[in-house]
């Protein structure tokens, strides 16, 4: 649904377009499961999309419902904002604005 897909399995490579519905966003589903598999080398590329996407990992039993610019978080999971420093994390009910 985001504008960038990373490329979580092969290291060499930067990502792919995605489908655009949301351009500025690039999600990272199953993150509480598939970060820490990953290794820190694979995650620092994943991690480093283009100017003007923002990362969200979204944790397992979780999601993010709203519009283009204001989404709520639902579930027993976690959200991670990843393009602060450090990752700001976000619970069930907090509201996520989007630039």
Known sequence: MGGWIPSL????????????LLP??????HFDRFIPRMGASLAQLALRPPAGI?????DEL??????KTTL?????GNVF???????SRHTEGAVIKLS
Do not use: F
């Not at 923002?54 to 979204?58: A, D, F, L």
């Not at 979780?62 to 519009?67: E, P």
């Not at 709520?72 to 027993?76: I, Q």
């Not at 904002?81 to 990752?87: F, W």
């Open 81 to 87: 904002r990843l393009d602060d420093k450090p990752a």
């Open 9 to 20: 399995r092969h290291r060499e490579a930067s990502g792919h377009r995605g489908l655009g």
């Open 54 to 58: 923002e990362v969200i990992g979204i």
């Open 72 to 76: 709520t978080v639902l579930g027993k």
């Open 62 to 67: 979780t999601a993010l419902v709203g519009s």
């Open 24 to 29: 500025g966003l690039s999600v990272i589903p």
